[in-house]
């Protein structure tokens, strides 16, 4: 599904045409919240302007309105997204998966559902605070620390099936561009040099400061301990040099860049003057995406940077505590994937709004791992029915194969309002249960008639739920590794089956004498241990009442010792 074009201009009347419509659009397609906030002492107007460009069937939640608002792109079939990256300075947590996990699920629908060219912009602080405490703790180089934990989050992102960025910019290598950058706002007299050599942006004088502010409950830390700023909220472009911190040369002195100027500059530098869509998690609406978002305005002079800012829920635990390393509550990717698989927290993921919070708990995993089972069972028995293991007089056709289109239809509609994958999953778990009714008992005559009596239904079903769950990252075990190592170990796996199930046919025997019963108990024994050996390594046997016996691999999480 492609989006289609708002606006067509002729190109020798662009210029004209853009200015008429601007007006027009000033005027009349401008929406405004009220605001008051407190800790500013001041009443504001929140604007958004929906921008001009080309329209698509997508909704997205607009949180500076309050309400979904159609995505709208500046480029046709093209999205401009920067999304906030790690500071690496330690490991990431299951927390931080989940946010990226749901953005991986935005970015998905976006690429594979509605067929749009995605630019995913991912920052990465590698030069921060946190960083250079951690340096100084280990004695080790910053550089080579924050690039030991930068490889170590991308390989987590991809053991947890998260795409990687399309493009990913470092601040280390943007030294340069951050402060002309700063140069750009000083010279509008928005930024002013303390005596320390800090450089920083005057929130009194930018009348629009706080429109993302209102959001959320925040103070700025830093503007408490500071003394040199002419306002609590004023933040730093540049901070000066410290002792044994790792600086670089600048028209105000050695010194580095503060936290927000960095993607900003990144983001301007690869992405234009202007983006999409800019996310990360609720705890960057403010100090980090309100800041960026007025020193952007100034720096390219205008009222809107970004047009559609997506924030994701918090992973909780213990009811609404946010899972964060300061509150030392964390579980590490790694130690998480030793009891569970990607699976597993993406489909938690995909249960809940990604606005929302996520309840971290055992009955949270349970249900998500159930969901998991039931989808993978469903595949595995659509494969059963289709080799000719199970049949059904009970298959309706027509029924099915109109049922996959509705429920098709019903799923990209959810996933276009505000991607709502839980009413999403809501239709597609009801189709299972739908088609797993009618496929009925397994064959006890290979040879009936009956078997395979609807292959294109039970197959159009099938190929339905592993696309949209394929679309979603969700990946099936049988689906996992290169086509010729798979089809190695089917080979081995059918010849495996093919002898056991010969191992039970002698063991079942009604003519078998009673005097070998004692055998024929340990040779039953027998196939049942290594049916539980291979379910152990994640291989599924199951025994039909025709003695012949199929398997199945299974997503089981795999233990790292």
Partial sequence: MSSTAALTFNKYDLLSKKIVLSSIFFCQNFVTSKAIDPKLKTS?????????????????YNPLVKKKTKLVLQNENCVKWYSCGPTVYDSAHIGHASSYIRLDIIRRILSNVFGLNVFYLMGITDIDDKIIARSNETKEDFRTLAKRYEVEFFQDLSNLNVLPPTMTVRVSDHIPEIISFVKGIMKTDRAYKAKSGSVYFSTQKFPRYGKLRS??????EEGKKSGEKEHPHDFSLWKAAKPQEPHWDSP???????????CSAMASKVLGPSLDIHSGGQDLVFPHHENEEAQSCVYHDTSQWVNYWLHTGHLQVKGDVKMSKSLKNTISI???LKTYTSNHLRMLCLLSPYRHGIDYSTEAMKTAENCCHRIQ????ECQLYLAGLKGSTDIDEPFVLKQVQETRKLVENYLADDFDTPRAMTEILKFVTSVNSMIGKPVIDAASSNVNARPVAIASAMNFVKDIFATLGITFASDKGGAADHQKLSSVLDATMDFRSRVREVALHPDMAAAAKPQRQQLLQS?????????????EIKDHRSQKSTWSLKDIAVTQE
């Fill in 215 to 220: 959001l959320v409950d925040g103070e700025d």
């Fill in 334 to 336: 790694s130690e998480f």
């Fill in 252 to 262: 105000w002195g050695p010194g580095r860049p503060g936290w927000h100027i960095e």
């Fill in 44 to 60: 504001s107007q929140v604007t958004w302007n929906q921008p001009l460009g080309y329209e698509t069937n997508i909704s997205i």
């Fill in 377 to 380: 069972s469903f595949v595995d």
């Fill in 527 to 539: 196939c049942d241990q290594f049916r539980d050996d291979l379910a152990a390594a994640g291989i």
